[in-house]
């Protein structure tokens, strides 16, 4: 009721007042010009709304551009477009209805257009090169690349720019124009490439059979596995050791979370078979016989290995006189 009841003071108010013809010619301009900013922002959002819906349905067939990130790049595009053209409509419309002549800004958008076309030179070249990067699908939104200098996912991109999200949370702005050379590490499947050493005092053929039955229960409980993982063989007779090369193919975006997990995986199995990994240790030599420099440490309440030969000869062991 209380609002009703303000509506109709208002309204009791407003036809009081003796408008006049410049004022209703006032108001009537300023109701157009709100019904001009209205239907922008209705056809923006319209243009918003269909250009979301078309990404959605490419996700699922897969039928226009094949690639559902590739949809969203060009999608986002298209929507800056639109906003900024039916923006600039809207605006030279309202400025029409004010009674300024239009035909005068357009034509001096033009020529001022035109003169800074031939001095911003930098920004000619960053959009023609987001228009080549966009039509041979060098690399969408979502996909990790390295690209001058730096490296993360593409967060962002328009026809002047590229934005970076590194794993380290940085953010880089690349114009287009610079970006001369591009990796992709999100197209097709990525490698998984490392070795392992094990001594030589171990049987390599049994160590590479225990290795590939790791890799084998691995490929059976993941979903990135795209193939393998295998073990080719024997890469390297090291100093200390003899080393194992393991190759798998996963998807993108998997390659190192797959390759720390198949390391700790053979590391905890070597330890429970008792398999040795080489490290560096020096060995002295006292009298022909070999010592550790790290020898294991003596039971509770047991001598060390040194110490009984010294008591027996009384060379370190204290007397009292």
């Known amino acids: 009721m209380a609002l009703r009841e303000t509506l109709g003071r208002l309204w009791q108010a407003a036809a009081g007042i003796d408008w006049g013809e410049t004022g209703l010619a006032a108001l009537w301009a300023l109701v157009k010009i709100a019904g001009v900013v209205f239907l922008a922002r209705l056809l923006t959002g319209f243009a918003s709304r269909l250009i979301d819906r078309l990404a959605e349905r490419e996700g699922r ?5 094949g690639d559902e990130r590739r949809f969203r790049t060009i999608g986002g595009i298209i929507k800056g477009v639109v906003r900024y053209a039916v923006y600039f409509f809207a605006g030279v419309t309202i400025l029409s209805m004010l009674g300024i002549d239009t035909s005068s800004i357009l034509v001096g ?11 911003a030179q930098n920004l000619v070249r960053d ?3 987001g228009f080549f990067i966009l039509f041979e699908d060098q690399f969408a939104v979502g996909d990790y690349i390295a690209a001058a200098g730096v ?3 593409v967060e962002e991109m328009s026809l002047r720019t590229t934005r970076l999200r590194a ?5 880089h702005i690349i114009p287009n124009g610079i970006i001369d050379k591009v990796t992709n590490y999100s197209r097709g499947a990525m490698r998984v490439l490392f070795e392992v050493e094990v001594a030589y005092e171990e049987e390599t ?3 590479i059979e225990h290795v590939q039955e790791i890799l084998d229960r691995f490929a059976a409980e993941s979903e990135v596995v795209v193939e393998g993982p295998r073990v080719l063989g024997v890469s390297q007779l090291g100093a200390s050791g003899v080393s194992i090369m393991v190759w798998a193919k996963v998807k993108p975006m998997e390659q190192w979370a797959v390759e720390r997990e198949l390391k700790l995986r053979i590391k905890e199995s070597f330890d429970r078979a008792g398999i040795e990994i080489p490290y560096p240790r020096r060995v002295y030599i006292y009298g022909g016989n070999l010592k550790d420099e790290n020898p294991p440490p003596a039971p509770f309440g047991a001598s060390a290995p040194g110490d009984a030969g010294r008591d027996a000869g009384g ?3 204290g007397e009292d006189r």
């Open 61 to 65: 067939h897969h039928r226009f551009l």
């Open 109 to 119: 958008a033009g020529v001022v257009g035109l003169a800074v076309g031939f001095g």
């Open 127 to 129: 959009v023609i090169s």
């Open 151 to 153: 490296d993360g996912i």
């Open 167 to 171: 794993f380290a949370g940085d953010l």
């Open 205 to 207: 053929s049994k160590v």
């Open 315 to 317: 060379g370190d062991r």
